[in-house]
């Protein structure tokens, strides 16, 4: 879900289970959240893109998921989808150095396949994992401050 208001966009997901949720998909979409934290916590002045990317890809390489390698993470402002690219993989120290008042998306984007297939369907929107294969996708809009990272999505 996302929110125009003057001029400037927002971005924001996060998924739920519904009914009965198994133990394996609790852990799973517990992996998603303390992902995004982590992601969002490299979110710092000085910082770069590889340093969110790295926290991102680590935390689910060591839980076994597969990372949706060309869904990434993105900049925010006027546009929807602006630049920087945030992938959701990388190497700490590289990439666009982070400044005061950039506004990003982070949004790590997995499956419980370590080598996933996803589809576009027709609506050119809506995006499916291979039939049996859980997918999760948790995202914030973060402002890039002196004092730290600012979730400008936080649900209250």
Same mark, same amino acid.
């Given at each position: 879900?996302?929110?125009?208001?003057?001029?400037?966009?927002?971005?924001? +997901?996060?998924?739920?289970?519904?009914?009965?949720?198994?133990?394996?998909?609790?852990?799973?979409?517990?992996?998603? &959240? &303390?992902? @995004?934290? !982590?992601?969002? +916590?490299?979110? &710092?002045? !000085? *910082? /770069?893109?590889?340093?969110?990317?790295?926290?991102?890809?680590?935390?689910?390489?060591?839980?076994?998921?597969?990372?949706?390698? *060309?869904?990434?993470?993105?900049?925010?402002? &006027?546009?929807? /989808?602006?630049?920087?690219?945030?992938? *959701?993989?990388?190497? !700490?120290?590289?990439?666009?150095?982070?400044?005061?008042?950039?506004?990003?998306?982070?949004?790590?984007?997995?499956?419980?396949?370590? *080598?996933?297939?996803?589809? @576009?369907?027709?609506?050119?929107?809506?995006?499916?994992?291979?039939?049996?294969?859980? !997918?999760?996708?948790?995202?914030?809009?973060? +402002?890039?401050?002196?004092?730290?990272?600012?979730? @400008?999505?936080?649900?209250?």
């Amino acid at each position: 879900m996302g929110v125009f208001y003057r001029g400037f966009h927002s971005d924001c +997901a996060v998924t739920v289970g519904c009914g009965d949720v198994p133990a394996i998909a609790e852990k799973f979409l517990e992996i998603g &959240r &303390r992902t @995004l934290s !982590a992601g969002i +916590a490299k979110a &710092r002045v !000085a *910082n /770069h893109i590889g340093d969110i990317s790295f926290a991102i890809e680590t935390i689910l390489k060591d839980g076994g998921y597969g990372i949706v390698a *060309n869904l990434t993470g993105h900049g925010v402002g &006027r546009q929807l /989808h602006e630049e920087p690219l945030i992938p *959701n993989f990388g190497q !700490a120290g590289t990439g666009v150095k982070l400044t005061e008042g950039m506004v990003i998306a982070i949004e790590p984007i997995y499956t419980t396949k370590t *080598n996933p297939k996803i589809y @576009l369907e027709e609506d050119g929107w809506t995006v499916t994992s291979e039939k049996g294969t859980l !997918a999760g996708h948790f995202e914030h809009t973060i +402002a890039i401050t002196k004092g730290g990272p600012i979730v @400008l999505t936080e649900q209250g």
